[in-house]
C-alpha cells in the first residue's frame, strides 16, 4: 500500500500568485478526502508577508472535518511558526530545514546548523505537545548553488531529527535536481543507518520530467510514502522555469497499472484535478487529467 | 552504452500541423548528428494525402550527409511505401504493423494478420535489397479500443518478422498506456523467446507522463535501445490530448545522472531543442529545455 502525502494545498498553492480563497481550499481538501486521501500537508505557519498565501492557515485548519483517520500537517520552519501551530488542531508538524548552508543561508538567513539547532528543540517540544512530528529534509539530492550534497551531510542531519524524537523523515528535492540511481543510493544509505524502525517519505518535483522515474527508483528501494500534488500544482505560472510537484493522479495511475494498491480513487482524484484547475483559470501540468484513464 | 533513435523528424515532425520546409528538417537532422545521435528515424514512406508533413521524404533523404556511422530509417507500412524505400539511399527500414485488430482495422485498413503476411514479404525483400530491416510493432502496450493486448499476441507477431530476417524488433506503445511492471514483464518475455541475438528497442510515449519511468523499467531490465524526440515533439498542439513522445534531452538528462553513457553531448541537445521551439513557434514538452541542466 502507497501512502500519498498529498502537499498540493500547501506546496501546490503557495505558489500560486493569485489569493484562493479558504472555502476553495477547504474544499479542495474536502474532495481529496473523498478520493482516500488520508494524509495531508494542508497548511504553512510561515510569515504571510512571504508567503501571502498561506495567510489563512488558521482559519483553513479550523474549516477542515476532524476525523481520526486523517492526518493533517502543518510546515513549521521557525519558534515562531511553531508557537502558531500549538495554538491549532494541526495533527502534524513538518519540521523543515534544507541541508546545504548555501541554500538555507538565502531561504532562511542561517546555516543549516543553527537552523537544527532551533528546530530540534520544536520537534521535542511538539512531541511533549501531543504533535506528530515530521522532518522535512531539503535539498536532499543537490542544492542549485552547491550541486551535489553529500548524502553523509544529509544522515547527519537526519540523525540530530531523529535523536530528537523523530520517527520520520521526508527527503525532499526541492528543484528538481534528484536521478533514479541517486534515489535509490541515497534510500539505502538511509535504510543501512536508521532501519525499518524510520518512516522514510520522498518529495520530488518533475522539473526535469523525472518526477515518476525517482518515484519508481525509490519503491524498487523499498520506500512506501511518496509526496505528491493534485494536477501537479506548484508550478509557477510567472516563473521561466517548470517547478510543480509530482502529480498526484499521475502517480496513482502509474502505481495503478503496476497492481499497487494506493487507498484512493482515480477517477475522483482526475475530477479533483479538473475542478482544481477550472478555479486556477489556467492549465496545470497534470498528465492523466489530460489524456483520460486507459 | 544507450542506442538513441532519434524519432523527432518523423513521429514528432508528423504530428506537426503546419508543414516544416525541407531546410528545416534537413537542418534539424544535422543538428542531432552534431550533438552525437547517430540512429535517426528520418522520414516516413506513407500516402502523404495521409500524413501530408512526410512528403517530402526523398527529398529530405537526398539531403542528409552520406557518413557510415549514421543510420537513416525510414517508416514502411505497406508494399508502396516499400517501393518507395527502395529508391532512396536509406539505411533501414522500419517496417510497422500493430499488434492489435481494432487497431489496424481503423489505422491500416487491414487485420494485424493481412499486414503480416505482406509485411513479411517486405522483410525478406529489404533484406535481399541490401537494407537492413527492423520490426516496430505499435500497440504492444495497450490497445485504446481493446485494452490488454496479450505478451503472447505480441510475441506471435514478432515471430513472423524474425522468421522472415529481421533482428531488430522495437516495441511501441502507441498511446502511452504501459506502466513500468508491464514494460520489465513484456521486456523479459521477449528475451526469455528470442535470447540476446533480438535487438530489442523500446517506443514510448509521455501521454501519461510515464516516459521516463517506462525507460527506467526498460533499461533496469536490459534494453539498451530506446527512440525519443528533441524536445518531446510530437504533441499535436490542435489535440485536446498529450502524445508527445518521451523527451530526448530530457532523457539523456537522466542516463548522464545515472552515470550511463549515451554518446551524445547534453549541451548541444537541449540547444537544437531551443532551436527546434522557435522553428515550430509554439512551446514544445521538453522539460529540462526550460529548467536548464542541474
Known amino acids: 500500500m502507497i501512502d500519498i502525502c498529498e502537499v498540493g494545498p500547501r506546496d501546490g498553492l503557495q505558489n500560486?500568485?493569485?489569493?484562493?480563497?479558504?472555502?476553495?481550499?477547504?474544499?479542495?481538501?474536502?474532495?481529496?478526502?473523498?478520493?482516500g486521501i488520508r494524509n495531508i500537508e494542508a497548511v504553512s505557519f510561515v510569515n504571510p508577508k512571504v508567503v501571502p498565501q498561506m495567510v489563512d492557515a488558521e482559519e483553513v485548519l479550523?474549516?477542515?472535518?476532524?476525523?481520526?483517520?486523517?492526518?493533517?500537517?502543518?510546515?513549521?520552519?521557525?519558534?515562531?511558526?511553531?508557537?502558531?501551530?500549538?495554538?491549532?488542531?494541526?495533527?502534524?508538524?513538518?519540521?523543515v530545514t534544507t541541508t546545504s548552508d548555501s541554500f538555507?543561508?538565502?531561504?532562511?538567513?542561517?546555516?543549516?546548523?543553527?537552523?537544527?539547532?532551533?528546530?530540534?528543540g520544536v520537534?521535542?517540544?511538539?512531541?511533549?505537545?501531543?504533535?506528530?512530528?515530521?522532518?522535512?529534509?531539503g535539498t536532499a539530492f543537490g542544492c542549485p548553488f552547491e550541486g551535489e550534497v553529500p548524502v553523509k551531510r544529509v544522515l547527519e542531519v537526519a540523525e540530530t531529527f531523529i535523536k530528537s524524537g523523530c520517527t520520520e523523515i521526508t527527503l525532499a528535492d526541492t528543484t528538481g535536481m534528484a536521478n533514479p540511481k541517486q534515489v535509490e543510493s541515497v534510500v539505502a544509505?538511509?535504510?543501512k543507518a536508521f532501519g525499518d524502525d524510520l518512516t522514510l517519505g520522498l518529495h520530488f518535483h518533475n522539473t526535469r520530467g523525472l518526477g515518476l522515474a525517482n518515484i519508481l527508483a525509490g519503491y524498487s528501494a523499498g520506500v512506501k510514502r511518496f509526496d505528491s500534488s493534485i494536477?501537479?500544482?506548484?508550478?509557477?505560472?510567472?516563473?521561466?522555469?517548470?517547478?510543480g510537484n509530482?502529480?498526484?493522479?499521475?502517480?496513482?495511475?502509474?502505481?495503478?497499472?503496476?497492481?499497487?494498491?494506493?487507498?484512493?480513487?482515480?477517477?475522483?482524484?482526475?475530477?479533483?484535478?479538473?475542478?482544481?484547475?477550472?478555479?486556477?483559470?489556467r492549465s496545470l501540468d497534470g498528465m492523466l487529467m489530460k489524456a483520460g484513464i486507459a
Open 16 to 35: 500560486e500568485s493569485k489569493h484562493v480563497p479558504t472555502t476553495i481550499k477547504v474544499e479542495l481538501i474536502n474532495n481529496l478526502i473523498d478520493a
Open 246 to 281: 509530482v502529480c498526484t493522479e499521475d502517480m496513482v495511475n502509474m502505481f495503478h497499472g503496476m497492481d499497487v494498491p494506493t487507498n484512493t480513487e482515480l477517477e475522483k482524484l482526475v475530477k479533483t484535478a479538473k475542478w482544481l484547475e477550472e478555479n486556477m483559470g
Open 189 to 191: 544509505s538511509f535504510k
Open 231 to 243: 494536477a501537479g500544482l506548484g508550478g509557477c505560472p510567472f516563473a521561466p522555469k517548470a517547478v
Open 123 to 137: 520537534v521535542k517540544e511538539g512531541i511533549d505537545a501531543g504533535k506528530g512530528v515530521m522532518g522535512v529534509l
Open 62 to 95: 479550523s474549516q477542515l472535518p476532524k476525523r481520526c483517520d486523517i492526518r493533517y500537517g502543518g510546515l513549521v520552519l521557525s519558534r515562531s511558526g511553531f508557537a502558531r501551530a500549538l495554538e491549532t488542531d494541526v495533527d502534524y508538524l513538518h519540521v
Open 104 to 120: 538555507n543561508l538565502k531561504n532562511a538567513k542561517r546555516t543549516v546548523e543553527k537552523a537544527t539547532e532551533e528546530l530540534t
